[in-house]
T-cell receptor, first 115, second 114 residues
């Protein structure tokens, strides 16, 4: 068990809808990362937060947004959903924002299916 | 920008035989390299990392990786494969910019057969 908790495990919704994915990092970790895993795109970095502040942005669509709250949990909001948004969404955490030695610890993901 | 490449989509090996999963990297500056494993319906699990020092890095579950600067490679190895090693393996490189993210390769499916 990595200590990173993601809810829900599965989400099925229709096109055009909006969903929120939640992540609780490992105890003591201040940095949270969101990744999207799909068959055609592989593992894509979306966004990173450190102690409530956005630290880095990847290939995140404008329809997607995220935030990290004072208790360090994070939420990824996906809106105007399209069929192509169906994927596995992972959250990962690490202790610091720039500690290159520390690995990322991943949750088990939220599987989103858009119908 | 830094990147890693995993040239093999799938590797098949017999149980008890040595296994190698290949990874090459492209970075500016010193590379920070990682290997992760993903089992079905699970998140990625950290196996090992190379930061600096010895070119042979030992990790979890008997895995090791060999860093080769001249060939810009970081191949994952195990002397004797187990059926339970069958999984998806990812090589990753750490960002050298302002953030700390990992950029992953496309993954290699390892299948260990009896």
């Amino acid at each position: 068990d990595s200590g990173v908790t993601q809810t829900p495990k599965h989400l099925i919704t229709a096109t055009g809808q909006r969903v929120t994915l939640r992540c609780s990092p490992r105890s003591g970790d201040l940095s949270v990362y969101w990744y999207q895993q799909s068959l055609d795109q592989g593992l894509q970095f979306l966004i990173q937060y450190y102690n409530g502040e956005e630290r880095a942005k990847g290939n995140i669509l404008e329809r997607f947004s995220a935030q990290q709250f004072p208790d360090l949990h994070s939420e990824l909001n996906l809106s105007s959903l399209e069929l192509g948004d169906s994927a596995l969404y992972f959250c990962a955490s690490s202790v610091a924002a720039r500690d290159r030695n520390s690995p990322l610890h991943f949750g088990n993901g939220t599987r989103l299916t858009v119908t | 920008a830094q990147s890693v490449a995993q040239p093999e989509d799938q590797v098949n090996v017999a149980e008890g035989n040595p296994l190698t999963v290949k990874c090459t990297y492209s970075v500016s500056g010193n590379p920070y390299l990682f290997w992760y494993v993903q089992y079905p319906n699970r998140g990625l699990q950290f196996l090992l990392k190379y930061i600096t020092g010895d070119n042979l890095v030992k990790g979890s579950y008997g895995f090791e990786a060999e860093f080769n600067k001249s060939q810009t490679s970081f191949h994952l190895k195990k002397p004797s494969a187990l059926v339970s090693d069958s999984a998806l393996y990812f090589c990753a490189v750490r960002d050298t910019g302002g953030g700390n993210k990992l950029t992953f390769g496309t993954g290699t499916q390892l299948k260990v057969e009896l």
